[in-house]
């Protein structure tokens, strides 16, 4: 992957600063303050146990960023509700970042230095930290390690497009957009990291429509907390980002929902736990003790008696600083999409542990290789890349430590992956992705730079 692009510019992530702070503003101005308390606990915490001696982590701690949105659920649960404790990881701390720039700066310089060791990723980004892609040529080595959730994701558009047959399949879209760039002003969509997961949504919705994001659409990076604001003004049409914030466009009736990314893809990989090689390579031990106690937090979070607890634990001040009614009914899959349409279907909420396909937190190879494919096709990375991808996969993806931590804690063996692929993937158009043969997928694809 030595041909990766490397001329990344740094200063297109520097609009992200600030995200964290606006949003809690902003969420407080609509939707109610959040808790100034803790949260009142109802379930049981996790009891510490003794550990074998061979599984007594080599550190009892680790710095791990998140950024304030579902899929940071259960790094938070796992502090919370004792999980990292139970397995001898007594002063792990759960740093809340500012931005996507501001995690990738924080694992560049480290926890030794004020930064972290790790922690909640868009991807592919562990994959261009590792090649130096997007920190200035240095190479940080990063493992995928586990994947934290699917879904929780949806695109959402500004209501003076509304009833304009803009909806998961759009009729006539080429139409639409040519009409909006003939009138002056092209369409202006925005996702909050550029060349990874939800600028990867918002790219594959409009060109299975038959519209092309590179010249039909101004495509722009904007933080997740300027996006309500964006619509307001009415500089900004469109943008991809994860819950809360759809949520709120529709509810302040600003704009409506025309796809979830559960509707893109059922089942697809959103966010994962990535930690600094260097760490993990020095402290194994410590590193599975972080697996297990994260996946026994995503089975708690797969429990929906549990959601109500979630909810009051990660919208509290210590974490995400939002109002718990803003998380209430898309954490349990209820969507008003703002167009007349409402969906109630708990397999389209975020899940962490297991969907319909199988696992959710197992790191499935097949997917890094989605996303490494999607890039080539957008011209993010050299169509060579392709070729080594896979040898880049087994490098980065340490599957194998995931599968060590689930043995290792006694899951059964129907909740341990046994490929390291998930097979063919299928999209909402029909697109299908076969891991044996990516070329393919790319061939079939009508719209891209590749």
Not at 207 to 228: I, K, R, S
Request: hydrophobic residues 40%.
């Amino acid at each position: 992957m030595s041909g990766f692009n490397n001329n990344f510019s740094r200063r297109r992530f520097l609009a992200t600063a600030g995200a964290t702070a606006l949003s809690s503003v902003l969420l407080k101005g609509c939707l109610g303050n959040p808790p100034e308390d803790t949260p009142t606990i109802t379930s049981a915490q996790a009891v510490k146990i003794n550990l074998p001696p061979e599984q007594v982590p080599e550190i009892n701690k680790a710095r791990l960023g998140y950024l304030p949105i579902v899929e940071a659920a259960p790094l938070v649960i796992a502090k919370e509700k004792g999980f990292f404790a139970k397995y001898g990881m007594d002063n792990v701390e759960i740093s809340k970042q500012a931005n996507w720039g501001a995690a990738r700066d924080n694992v560049k310089i480290g926890s030794s230095a004020g930064g972290i060791d790790g922690g909640q990723w868009q991807m592919p980004m562990p994959y261009l930290i590792s090649e130096g892609i997007i920190t200035d040529s240095l190479k940080i080595p990063m493992y995928v390690l586990l994947q934290l959730n699917t879904h929780g994701n949806a695109i959402a558009i500004a209501d003076k497009h509304k009833n304009k047959g803009l909806t998961l399949k759009i009729d006539k879209a080429k139409d639409f957009f040519e009409k909006t760039k003939s009138e002056g002003a092209k369409f202006k969509a925005a996702y909050t990291f550029p060349k990874a997961n939800q600028e990867f949504w918002i790219r594959y919705w409009l060109a299975a429509n038959g519209v092309d994001p590179d010249t039909d659409v101004e495509l722009l990076t904007v933080p997740a907390a300027q996006t309500v604001a964006n619509m307001k003004t009415g500089s900004m049409d469109a943008f991809s980002t994860g819950d809360p914030w759809p949520y709120r466009i529709v509810k302040e009736k600003i704009g409506f929902i025309p796809a979830l990314t559960a509707e893109i893809w059922k089942g697809h990989p959103e966010e994962y736990l990535a930690l600094r090689a260097d760490w993990v390579d020095k402290y194994p031990k410590a590193t599975k003790s972080l697996l297990k106690a994260i996946m026994e937090a995503q089975q708690w979070c797969d429990n929906f008696d549990n959601r109500k607890e979630l909810i009051q634990i990660v919208s509290g001040q210590n974490y995400f600083g939002v109002a718990p009614e803003v998380l209430a009914d898309p954490m349990m899959g209820k969507y008003d999409m703002g167009d007349g349409r409402i969906i109630d279907d708990k397999s389209m909420a975020p899940l962490y542990w297991k969907d319909a396909k199988g696992s959710v937190s197992y790191p499935y190879q097949s997917h890094d290789l989605w996303f490494i494919t999607e890039s080539v096709r957008w011209g993010f990375l050299p169509k060579e890349s392709l070729a080594t991808a896979k040898d880049l996969i087994k490098k980065v993806n340490r599957e194998d430590l995931w599968r060590e931590a689930a043995k290792e804690a006694g899951f059964t063996a129907a909740d341990i992956p046994t490929s390291t692929s998930r097979g063919i993937e299928e999209f909402f158009d029909g697109t299908k992705f076969d891991p044996e043969n990516p070329q393919a997928y790319l061939d079939s694809l009508k719209i891209k730079k590749a």
